[in-house]
């Protein structure tokens, strides 16, 4: 086993590299990521990044793959009742809660679980510990993009692998073919923004086929949309990997921050090295109640995920019959084909009050429709023949 643990040595470039590498990690919106084809990476600001989202009153939000209920009852009541002890930093032991709750449910040990405000600190910093100039990145295209940007700020290439085409699932030989030297390989499964899986046969054949002292990062933010197996078994063999997750999506937690990465103790050591572990410990006391209290009622969360389900499935039945193609997806999210520049069709949605989603510069004709409630993607379905007209 790879002894991941030593601090890398750092020169005062370096220093600087990754100070704005785990900056970004603060300004992850929508609107941040979605630059000009052809424009350099970009350099969103904590200030855009909150904004990136912002939508007028009373709009449909089908643009940020939220979800469009918020937390289950008994975790708004854990928010509400952490709120009253929230002048001390964590009088109730909440942090250690969620660690013990975790751990319990995934079978993994207690210092394999870390929490973070989001999953997109740990995400940057995979890439920061992991990547270098001679150690590069391994994703899918298209896929969240937030490693690429920061892989720019480091000065680690990035190969960029197309998806499968008969699956829309992430190839993972072509990925390994694309840097058989890799630093970190980067699969998000269900994929944002297809929504499409890839199978667990083929990501452990990548964990067990990747460079031995490369690690594979497997993001699960929308695992619970889809029933899916995760990867966690290879975490409980000790592999390489690293498991993200997220309160965000299914749990109706954005706006709290809370995420978690799941992985041996030395990976997690990489992901803490530059400021010791003091983002993870810096993290909302409701927000922490609320995630627990979430996990203990799984009835109500397979409950959503079988309505996001029944949902997807009629607006893609819906598009489709119109001659709109939609990519298999298992997660909250269509990728829908307009068979024409998708920028001028977002726009006249927002005209009628429906927030979309944005495209990829390798689909420009396809756009990413968040599922919201039955009522508002009812909606969405009548206003595609007004706006289509």
Not at 200 to 224: C, G, Q, R, S
Not at 292 to 307: G, P, V
Request: hydrophobic share 45%; aromatic share 6%; with cysteine.
């Amino acid at each position: 086993m790879t002894d991941f643990s030593a601090a890398l040595p750092l020169d005062r470039r370096r220093m600087f590299q990754i100070a704005a590498a785990l900056g970004t990690s603060a300004a992850l919106g929508e609107r941040a990521l979605a630059a000009p084809a052809g424009q350099a990476g970009p350099q969103p600001s904590a200030a855009s990044a909150a904004n990136g989202l912002k939508v007028a009153p009373g709009t449909i939000r089908l643009n940020g793959n939220e979800y469009w209920e918020g937390p289950v009852d008994d975790g708004t009541d854990a928010a509400r009742a952490a709120v009253a002890r929230s002048n001390y930093y964590d009088p109730a032991g909440e942090r250690d809660a969620l660690i013990e709750t975790v751990a319990t449910m995934e079978q993994v040990g207690a210092d394999h679980v870390v929490p973070w405000a989001g999953s997109g600190s740990p995400l940057a910093r995979a890439v920061v510990g992991f990547c270098s100039p001679e150690r590069g990145l391994v994703t899918a295209d298209p896929t969240f993009e937030v490693a690429w940007m920061v892989a720019g700020y480091i000065g680690a290439p990035v190969a960029k692998v197309p998806l499968r085409a008969s699956d829309q699932a992430h190839d993972v030989r072509a990925m390994l073919a694309a840097n058989p030297h890799a630093g970190l390989y980067h699969i998000c499964n269900p994929n944002n923004p297809t929504g499409s899986l890839t199978p667990m046969a083929d990501i452990v054949w990548l964990a067990n086929a990747m460079p031995k002292d490369a690690v594979l990062l497997l993001d699960e933010a929308y695992l619970h949309f889809s029933g899916a197996a995760s990867g966690m078994d290879l975490v409980r063999q000790g592999q390489n990997v690293v498991i993200l997750r997220t309160f965000s999506k299914i749990f109706g937690m954005a706006g709290m921050r809370m995420g978690l990465s799941i992985a041996r103790p030395d990976l997690q050591a990489k992901l803490m090295q530059y400021d010791g572990g003091i983002q993870t410990l810096q993290l909302p006391v409701p927000a922490l109640a609320c995630a627990s209290a979430s996990l203990r009622r799984m009835d109500q969360i397979t409950a959503r995920r079988e309505q996001n389900t029944q949902t997807r499935e009629k607006t893609a039945a819906f598009l489709t019959q119109r001659g709109f193609p939609v990519l298999p997806s298992a997660a909250n999210m269509l990728m829908v084909d307009w068979g024409r520049p998708a920028a001028p069709i977002k726009a006249a949605f927002e005209a009628k009050g429906i927030a979309i989603g944005r495209s990829w510069p390798i689909w420009p004709t396809r756009s990413r429709i968040t599922i919201g409630s039955p009522q508002e993607m009812d909606r969405f379905c009548n206003t595609v023949e007004r706006v289509l007209a």
